[in-house]
């Protein structure tokens, strides 16, 4: 799943040239501690209620302070996974997301991202999710397939995604009927498959659960 399948329609961005009282109204509404700032389809920054709080004059715009997390937001295509992070790395509970122009999109909420969690652990069921990342030049799901079932696993769903961090890099997502995946990773591993993040029940490879557990201390539940 990536970011812009999980924009939250309902909460709109702030102005510059609103004011703080109707920010801390607007957070108070959404029931968030933050809120993205945009001016001209462009990511501002988000104005959070700790900065805005303290304030004697509530009838200041936004556009007279300074905002912050200017850079932190995720573009459309990335997975939901990067959400999760930029969110506990930086404790806010609001990520913005930009399209390929650097536009403004959205924002997701941190409940929207562990909602995306739940859907992916539910589409799971007893399976792993596994993600792997490679040059676009090397990416054959045939032999990957081959690789996996050799292993008496099947590929339950494939998704291929860019890669963010590397334009000649794509990334494959695999729903798989296994839960054991350590010999998977060491046979893909061997063949210079490199993996980003999985999910499954029992192994201590388990990108996916360590950033789910993050995710749970942060939201202290």
Known sequence: MIAEELINQMIPPLKLYDTVDKALRWMDEFRVNELPVVSNRKYMGLATELSLIELPDRTRQLKELELEYKEVHVQGQ????DVMEAAIKNKIQVVAVLDEEQD????????DTLAAFGQMSALQG????LVLSMPERDYSLAQISRLIEEENTKILSAYVSPDELDPYKIKLTLKLNTTDLSRIIAT????EYRI?????DNTEYDVGKDRLDMLFKYLDI
Not at 78 to 81: A, G, I, L, P, T
Not at 104 to 111: K, Q, R
Not at 126 to 129: A, L
């Open 104 to 111: 403004y999109m959205g924002v997701i909420t941190i409940n």
């Open 196 to 200: 980003t993040a999985q999910f499954n």
């Open 78 to 81: 990335q997975h939901f996974y």
């Open 188 to 191: 893909l591993e061997r063949f």
């Open 126 to 129: 007893s399976g792993s999710i």
